[in-house]
């Protein structure tokens, strides 16, 4: 009478590759990581008066941490900027602004009336 054993280490091997599947496929069904938001945008009014200023910034804000996206409208003075809030912050945004000797501001969204 022959008995067939699966050796300790297949049964290991075996065990970890189910019990990994098993955790896998769970954690897809219920997920409990909360969604962070990847991308923000904020406008900011920016002191620039020529197209070298639009330059100053086009060629410096765009390296700073987390930025995605960039507009500057020199007409009306101001610079639309996408970017990852996990990696920077409006504060840390305006400091890139002062730091190129410009003054900027948030600009404040008008209150809509719903009625």
Do not use: W
């Amino acid at each position: 009478m022959s008995i067939n054993y699966i050796p300790m280490k297949k049964y290991l091997l075996l065990s970890a590759v189910f019990l990994f599947t098993a955790m896998i496929s769970l954690s897809a069904k219920n997920p409990k990581v909360p969604t962070v938001q990847k991308k923000a945008e904020l406008t900011f009014n920016v002191s620039m008066h020529c197209k070298s200023c639009q330059e100053k910034i086009e060629r410096n804000i765009p390296f700073e941490k987390g930025v995605k996206d960039l507009t500057v409208d020199l007409e009306k003075k101001t610079v639309k900027v996408v970017f990852d809030p996990r990696k920077t912050n409006e504060d840390k945004l305006k400091k890139a602004f002062e730091a190129l000797d410009f003054v900027c501001e948030k600009v404040k969204l008008p209150i809509v009336n719903p009625n």
